[in-house]
């Protein structure tokens, strides 16, 4: 996936494959360790800036 072709606001699927998971399930336990998600008429939605500050602040 090339960041300059990657909204800031990314679906399910794009949030995966951003993240370079192979399981929604996984990307659903990032969400219950904190992950923010915006939900938005029945869909869920991931701000891409969101994604790399929670990565960035779970680094050890």
Do not use: W
Not at 45 to 56: E, G, P, Q, T
């Amino acid at each position: 996936m090339n960041i300059k072709d990657v909204s800031r606001y990314l679906s399910t699927k794009q949030a995966c494959e951003y993240l370079g998971l192979k399981s929604h399930a996984t990307l659903y336990h990032y969400i219950a360790a904190g992950l923010p998600v915006i939900k938005l008429a029945g869909l869920n939605r991931f701000d891409r800036l969101d994604i790399d500050k929670f990565m960035a602040d779970h680094k050890d």
